[in-house]
């Protein structure tokens, strides 16, 4: 195999995969090659996630496959939040791994790299003492037309379930000018939608003399000429103010979409978790979205069996469902994670009552999708169309609202990026049916 051939696999997050997309576009300026397959790689690099302890667990099963391999002059890595958790106990748990850097030292990656190169075999990159966002000279983006833009890095909140304050340190933002540069080269090079990423996407405040807060650069952003579609995530209820939704309603290439995590309908669990908002301001942002002048697509995360959710707890949560009306739901059952004071809760919810909960929570989810998307059927779309299922003949788009919407159109090529007007024909719990027309 050539000395300096990669191998690079990407778990969790958006803000991962565009952390990916900057490792990638870094090893490239070095002088790497990127390979298909990690058998075929000299330096093989896991991207990981520890929002959860089975996305942990993932990394280090694709470890163990290889651990035959040390010694074989193959080089492994370990980057992101799983590196930031588990840092050097990492070389104990998987000998053969030669390299462990956190997000927050990626921009040391080519001196890294130099000490992989000349024989370090416990290279490490921890520190999270840093006021840099991770901002790249050099990111290989994966999707022609759609663009991720990070905003905003780490997180100040202390949520007693999380680990990125942990894993990615404190909240550090961009400079707008340094926001909006990127973003205009971006449209310059004919991307025409970007999506801004956050660990709180919405907290972000310009540390330069202008002093935008999130609602105004939004604002300034959807005002830059070939950009179609401008989208963020996530949000903290907390920070999510009325200005946000005025300024999506100012402009059509904002788009007709806010994830904003509720993470539970209960008072009692939501102080518990330590998420600094009740039910009823969560609710009132509700109202801004609902009564502004767009219809806006809502989505939410949920954490089911929390330590010391009780029966009524989580009929609070599935109220919430009845009252929001959710276009769609992230949900999962609890996850105890390192470092983080649930571990300390007592009161723990039995794994049999979680997944009973989840399956309730999940079930009730489906009957609202179903009964909204059904009301989509006779609505003509715009869509951004991503690709083509050549097995249905049918091309696959996303509508501002953030549907998948597959379908049928004469033309075989030359779709992918082009934005159509798609009526809506059928319609199911996940995703919508329909055939492009003829707009005059």
Not at 43 to 51: A, R
Not at 234 to 240: A, I, L, N
Not at 308 to 319: A, H, I, V, W, Y
Request: net charge neutral; proline share 5%.
């Amino acid at each position: 195999m050539p000395a300096k051939t990669f191998y690079i696999e990407t778990f969790g997050c958006q803000m991962n995969a565009h952390d990916s997309e900057k490792v990638i576009g870094t090893l490239l300026a070095e002088g790497y090659q990127q390979v298909e397959t990690p058998e075929a790689a000299h330096l093989v690099l896991y991207n990981t996630c520890s929002i959860r302890d089975k996305a942990e667990q993932k990394v280090f099963s694709r470890l163990q496959q290889f651990k035959r391999d040390a010694g074989k002059g193959k080089l492994f890595g370990v980057l992101g939040c799983v590196a930031q958790q588990e840092g050097e106990k990492i070389f104990d748990r998987a000998p053969h791994v030669s390299l462990v850097a956190g997000s927050a030292s990626y921009t040391r990656l080519p001196e890294l790299l130099v000490q992989l190169e000349t024989g370090h075999r416990r290279v490490t990159g921890l520190s999270l003492d840093t006021d840099e966002t991770f901002d790249t000279p050099f990111t290989r983006r994966d999707n022609p037309y759609r663009a991720y833009l990070t905003i905003i890095e780490g997180c100040d909140k202390s949520c007693a379930y999380c680990v990125v304050p942990f894993t990615r340190g404190p909240e550090r933002s961009r400079t707008s000018e340094s926001v909006m540069a990127e973003a205009r080269r971006l449209a310059d090079q004919g991307y025409t939608e970007i999506q801004l990423l956050g660990q709180n996407v919405n907290s972000y405040r310009d540390p330069s003399p202008a002093g935008w807060d999130f609602a105004a650069l939004l604002g300034r952003i959807a005002e830059i000429p070939g950009l179609r579609r401008v989208r963020y995530t996530t949000s903290h209820p907390r920070d999510f103010v009325k200005a946000i939704v005025d300024a999506m309603d100012a402009s059509p290439v904002l788009c007709d979409h806010v994830h904003l995590p509720v993470q539970s309908g209960s008072d009692r669990t939501l102080a518990a978790m330590d998420r600094l908002y009740t039910r009823a301001q969560y609710l009132e942002r509700i109202e801004w979205l609902k009564n502004a002048r767009r219809r806006y697509s809502i989505t939410s995360d949920i954490i089911v069996g929390f330590p010391g959710e009780t029966e009524d707890d989580f009929e609070q949560t599935l109220d919430l469902l009845d009252t929001v009306q959710y276009d769609s739901l992230f949900s999962f059952k609890y996850s105890p994670r390192p470092n983080t004071a649930a571990l300390a809760l007592p009161n723990r919810v039995t794994e049999d009552e979680q997944q009973r909960r989840l399956a309730i929570l999940q079930e009730k989810q489906r009957a609202i999708q179903i009964r909204l998307n059904a009301a989509m059927v006779g609505n003509i779309e715009e869509v951004m169309v991503e690709g083509r299922n050549h097995a249905t003949a049918q091309w696959i788009g996303r509508t501002s609202s953030n549907r998948t919407l597959n379908f049928s159109d004469p033309r075989t090529e030359g779709l992918n990026g082009q934005y159509v007007q798609v009526r809506v024909t059928r319609s199911g719990p996940n995703s919508l049916v329909g055939e492009s027309v003829t707009v005059v």
